[in-house]
């Protein structure tokens, strides 16, 4: 009896292959039920449990020395300088890692894939590419492919090292915007997930803490502001502590931004207003947004393709009291010399990525 459950275990284990599988093998080294003569061969189905699909298990390793592979978690610690090698199981195999390595396009990254399986190294490894590394199948239809949601897996990787606790950044002096509609993360991510990490704000000088605002930290991400108020304007920095050596992060502007998520605000002038033939006019397409938004302009004119104008895009940020911040698009269309040609409707098209406003002005002669 004792022995049908341990076979059980064993093949349950074989099929489920996790984790908790290899203390079940101990347990089962342990005892001497192991090899016994005249033992048979049992085949047991894993139980469909309630017919739930049992969650399949990750497809991405690492390769260690030796032809070993360590089936990565959620998290794993790795050491930095030691080059690494990733696996993920599949003919066709889609990856992505830290943003960072594309950025600067590093030759210490490289991918390839062959009949089974994907591999991806990336070479003396720093604090520097600590993130999610992920890989999935690509399922093709004919010509159209797509990732399989089901067959994604992930894996945070943190490269610790003692002098940079925080994950290095190119940028010197972060902004960060504080949205009404949504959480704000001050993104200092550590290299060292044991760190003990705490937020600061310059002037005053003064600790945040969970009573000033609900807040909660996340090494993979940084702190997570659950409230974004005016009041948390300001310059903040993040402290983080290992070993009784505390170091300080970037620093972060984190700034104030009222303008919901929406098509664009658009506002169409012409500069003079009224104009005769000859004259010269500008007209402006303005869009007032969200700081990082980007605006397209499109225009149609009542001599298109058959004048010569000028179209000039511009944007810049602004402050607009109280430290709020808006982004100001513009597109300016010169039109020179006017002819008669020229007067009808001016039609300005702003685009942005919630969605499209078009604007038109009627351009009259004196
Ligand atoms: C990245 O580097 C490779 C090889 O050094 C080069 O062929 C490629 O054009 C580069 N891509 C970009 C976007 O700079
Ligand atoms: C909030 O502040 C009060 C007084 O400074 C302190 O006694 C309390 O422990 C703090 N609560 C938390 C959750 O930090
Ligand atoms: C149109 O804009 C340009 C550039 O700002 C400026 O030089 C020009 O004087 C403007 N023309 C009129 C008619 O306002």
């Not at 908790?20 to 192991?34: E, I, N, P, V, W």
């Not at 089974?116 to 690509?138: F, H, R």
Request: glycine share 6%; proline share 7%.
């Amino acid at each position: 009896m004792k022995l049908w459950i341990v076979l059980f275990l064993v093949l349950l284990c074989m099929e489920l292959q996790n984790g908790a599988c290899q203390m079940l093998k101990r347990k089962k080294d342990a005892g001497d039920s192991r090899n016994r003569p005249g033992g048979k061969r049992v085949r047991i189905r894993l139980p469909n449990l309630n017919g739930k699909k049992v969650k399949s298990q990750s497809l991405l390793t690492q390769v260690l020395d030796k032809g070993r592979f360590l089936r990565l978690g959620e998290s794993t610690t790795l050491t930095p300088g030691r080059n690494m090698e990733l696996r993920c199981k599949g003919s066709n195999i889609g990856w992505s890692y830290p943003t960072y390595l594309d950025t600067f396009n590093d030759s210490r990254l490289s991918i390839r894939q062959s009949d089974k399986y994907s591999q991806l190294v990336l070479t003396s490894p720093s604090a520097a590419d600590t993130g999610p590394y992920s890989c999935w199948v690509i399922v093709c239809d004919g010509a159209e492919c797509q990732r399989d949601q089901d067959r994604t897996y992930l894996s945070y990787i943190y490269f610790p090292d003692k002098e940079h606790l925080f994950v290095p950044s190119a940028i010197h002096f972060e902004i960060v915007y504080l949205r009404p509609d949504r959480p704000t993360v001050v993104p200092c991510r550590v290299t060292e997930p044991h760190a003990k990490t705490s937020l600061h704000r310059e002037v005053p000088p003064e600790e945040i803490t969970a009573n000033v605002t609900q807040m909660t930290y996340d090494p993979t991400k940084g702190f997570v502001l659950q409230r974004s108020t005016p009041e948390l304007q300001g310059v903040f920095y993040c402290k983080a502590v290992f070993k009784d050596t505390p170091q300080i992060s970037t620093k972060y502007q984190l700034l104030y931004v009222e303008v919901p998520s929406g098509p664009p605000f658009v506002s169409l002038g012409a500069f003079p207003e009224t104009v005769g033939g000859g004259d010269n006019v500008n007209l402006t397409c303005t869009v007032l947004g969200e700081p990082e938004v980007d605006v397209s302009f499109t225009w149609s004119y009542p001599g298109q393709d058959q004048r010569p104008v000028h179209i000039r895009p511009s944007w810049r940020l602004v402050n607009r009291g109280m430290g709020y911040t808006t982004r100001v698009s513009q597109s300016t269309l010169t039109v020179e010399d006017i002819e008669t040609i020229d007067f009808g409707s001016y039609v300005c098209k702003a685009k942005n990525q919630h969605g499209e406003t078009i604007v038109t002005l009627r351009l009259n002669s004196t």
